[in-house]
T-cell receptor, first 109, second 113 residues
């Protein structure tokens, strides 16, 4: 069963703009991981944030985690056409991942 | 280093046939997972191996699904008497025990006709 819900389902932005997507979940977690998927195949790991962390950065990515609200956000700054993909949040409960439905991001040139 | 590999990349089979899907995890990763991604169900956990412990099979959808892991490395997911609803992309992942990051393979796209 899917624990996470992502918002929005789809996002279309102009190259150079920022993209923000949100993830909400229902139960306590060990950590939360964000993944990118191109053309419906393998998942590429982007960033992991632990339950005792509030914010993490990796290159143009910024992830926040609010355990009191059971929510996380992923911000992609200065988007590029290559960022066009589906993005998934996954909550780690006892080392098993539960995924949201994903956000489809389209970056227009 | 080498990532998680899976074979075959695509598999087309007829309803009622058995299929085997293979996963080679990242060397040194003791935890291995199978997930399934389908249009109707999204990404869902199937089974989890951790070292020599009994696998966590809580996500397997029916007793037609089984998996084994030989020598603590390669894993095979077997689906017996395939049904059309088994059509999906089957993803394997292995976990880095230090960072807890799960790394995914490219997946096997299974089509049951």
């Amino acid at each position: 069963s899917q624990q996470g819900e992502e918002d929005p389902q789809a996002l279309s932005i102009q190259e150079g703009e920022n993209a923000t997507m949100n993830c909400s979940y229902k139960t306590s977690i060990n950590n939360l991981q964000w993944y990118r998927q191109n053309s419906g195949r393998g998942l590429v790991h982007l960033i992991l944030i632990r339950s005792n962390e509030r914010e993490k950065h990796s290159g143009r990515l910024r992830v926040t985690l609010d355990t009191s609200k059971k929510s996380s956000s992923l911000l992609i700054t200065a988007s590029r056409a290559a960022d066009t993909a589906s993005y998934f949040c996954a909550t780690d409960q006892n080392y098993k991942l539960s995924f949201g439905a994903g956000t489809t991001v389209t970056v227009r040139a | 280093g080498a990532g998680v590999s899976q074979s075959p990349s695509n598999k087309v089979t007829e309803k009622g046939k058995d299929v085997e899907l293979r996963c080679d995890p990242i060397s040194g990763h003791t935890a291995l997972y199978w997930y399934r991604q389908s249009l109707g169900q999204g990404l869902e956990f199937l089974i989890y191996f951790q070292g020599n412990s009994a696998p966590d099979k809580s996500g397997l959808p029916s007793d037609r699904f089984s998996a084994e892991r030989t020598g603590g490395s390669v894993s095979t997911l077997t689906i017996q008497r395939t049904q059309q609803e088994d059509s999906a992309v089957y993803l394997c992942a292995s976990r880095d025990r230090v960072t807890d990051t799960q790394y995914f393979g490219p997946g096997t796209r299974l089509t049951v006709l």
